[in-house]
């Protein structure tokens, strides 16, 4: 991705392998335009069939998921983006595929264990181990989530996929990874996201966002966060992991020692 710059008008210009790619992006947009979405940004007419020209937002401050409002306006973002189903059929497109969130972790999973002598020497035998077990436990007691209210998932809820321009206004951005499925998949990864920030107490995160009520907590057991973060690790290289390590293993410990009290929270509200 490029910012280009004319005059007093700045572009984000980011070209893609395949055309068809490119026009999926086209294809969302022109949907939700018709649709009446005010939360993505436009695109613009570019000669080049492989690039997706939209107008380059500057924001006064990055989204952050420790903030109250960032959270709000993003979830809010989001349930819009789910009603979109309402007048939009996305299953009939043929362009997306549907999410199985329960396979997703299976085959994290399977490469958490294909790097196991990384995770041995980096993290340690037994928090590994803690950290398999986990992800095993909550896996086997996964029911699958009800095919209702199938729609458009945008398919990566990270903070920065979310932008603010100079009026406050928020949009969601980079729909390159966009899937269909049921919008309760997308709403359990975005709070996967944001749990940490409540020191994974469930209670306070439904308190604040009380149209997660019917969410399957039991998909929260998953140490989605612990694994991807690790996994992200071993593509590092040693100079790189001299200041990621230490933030990940501060991470990982406070996580492993919340972990009880949230299986515990989860029970009870199932």
């Known amino acids: 991705m490029w910012k280009w710059q004319i005059g007093p008008h700045a572009y984000s210009l980011k070209k893609y392998e395949y055309e068809s790619d490119a026009n999926k992006i086209r294809y969302i947009h022109e949907q939700l335009t018709n649709a009446g979405a005010d939360f993505m940004v436009p695109i613009e007419p570019y000669p080049d069939a492989f690039v997706i020209q939209q107008p380059w937002i500057e924001s006064g401050r990055k989204v952050q998921f420790n903030q109250l409002e960032d959270r709000k306006k993003s979830l809010e973002v989001l349930h819009k983006l789910h009603a979109t189903r309402k007048q939009v059929a996305w299953q009939k497109s043929g ?44 896996l086997a007691q996964l029911k699958p989530i009800k095919r209702d209210n199938v729609t458009l998932l945008h398919g990566d809820v990270v903070h920065h996929n979310f932008v603010r321009d100079n009026k406050n206004r928020m949009y969601i951005i ?65 100079q790189q992991l001299l200041g990621f390590l230490p933030k990940l293993k501060k991470f990982t410990n406070h996580a492993l020692k919340r972990m009880p009290q949230l299986w515990e929270d989860c029970s009870r509200l199932t």
């Open 174 to 238: 980079d729909f390159d990874l966009a899937c269909i499925g049921p919008a309760e998949v997308e709403l359990i990864l975005w709070a996967h996201r944001v749990l940490p920030h409540f020191d994974y107490d469930l209670h306070a995160l439904i308190e604040e966002h009380p149209s997660l009520i019917n969410v399957d907590w039991n998909y929260l057991l998953f140490p989605n966060e612990l694994m991807r973060e690790w996994l992200y690790a071993t593509t590092l290289s040693d």
């Open 95 to 138: 362009l997306f595929h549907e999410i199985d969130l329960n396979r997703k972790w299976a085959h994290r999973l399977e490469k958490w264990q294909q790097v196991e002598p990384f995770l041995i020497q980096k993290l340690g035998s037994s928090k590994t181990q803690r950290i398999t077990k986990l992800a095993n436990d909550s």
